[in-house]
T-cell receptor, first 115, second 114 residues
Framework: AQKVTQAQTEISVVEKEDVTLDCVYETRDTTYYLFWYKQPPSGELVFLIRRNSFDEQNEISGRYSWNFQKSTSSFNFTITASQVVDSAVYFCALSEANRDDKIIFGKGTRLHILP | EPEVTQTPSHQVTQMGQEVILRCVPI?????FYWYRQILGQKVEFLVSFYNNEISEKSEIFDDQFSVERPDGSNFTLKIRSTKLEDSAMYFC????????????FGQGTRLTVV
């Protein structure tokens, strides 16, 4: 069965600090996709990244970076030099096989960036 | 950039009433989905739809729910007799023609049942 665990319910950091959001997943499939979404206070889901299970290369996009470790079934997300606009709920998610059917979301981590 | 559009953005309805949430997926997409997010909770899968039929549904998607693609562009979620616990944000999503394409989410419809 699929499962996504985001152990951190809520995190607060001061602006400009780095912050890492943890994500641990469970799946029996060898082929799967991992995602991160951002949900700002306005409520929409903003797609951040999709990573397939065969690509363990870490990715950096501006201040965002992702660390995929298959050995520990983790897909952690780091924001460098955080800004107030990064305040949101962040969801890690998983889908199995080669189609984005039935994305399973974690419970989310609410991130507060304090000025 | 193409996007998934949902209307209305916010709907208030009385308990027991029927409600239809509307979505216009990205035009060349073939796979369609509805997800639900109760306030403060995680996003939950409701149903997926492909080739004019439901391909998978969750246990949440009971007989009160139905989906339809009435024409070539709209994808609707109907709740037959709303309950207070149906109050949530409902997200529509669509994904493309090939496998290995990501799902794009709409901005959501906030349903409030009073």
């Amino acid at each position: 069965a699929q499962k996504v665990t985001q152990a951190q319910t809520e995190i607060s950091v001061v602006e400009k600090e780095d912050v890492t959001l943890d994500c641990v997943y469970e799946t029996r499939d060898t082929t799967y996709y991992l995602f991160w979404y951002k949900q700002p206070p306005s409520g929409e889901l903003v797609f951040l990244i999709r990573r397939n299970s065969f690509d363990e290369q870490n990715e950096i996009s501006g201040r965002y970076s992702w660390n995929f470790q298959k050995s520990t079934s983790s897909f952690n997300f780091t924001i460098t030099a955080s800004q107030v606009v990064d305040s949101a709920v962040y969801f890690c998610a998983l889908s199995e096989a080669n189609r984005d059917d039935k994305i399973i979301f974690g419970k989310g981590t609410r991130l507060h960036i304090l000025p | 950039e193409p996007e998934v559009t949902q209307t209305p953005s916010h709907q208030v309805t009385q308990m027991g009433q029927e409600v239809i949430l509307r979505c216009v997926p990205i035009s060349n997409h073939l796979y369609f989905y509805w997800y639900r997010q109760i306030l403060g909770q995680k996003v939950e899968f409701l149903v997926s739809f492909y080739n004019n039929e439901i391909s998978e549904k969750s246990e949440i998607f009971d007989d009160q729910f139905s989906v339809e693609r009435p024409d070539g562009s709209n994808f609707t979620l109907k709740i037959r007799s709303t309950k207070l616990e149906d109050s949530a944000m409902y997200f529509c999503a669509s994904s493309g023609q090939d496998m290995n394409t990501e799902a794009f989410f709409g901005q959501g419809t906030r349903l409030t049942v009073v």
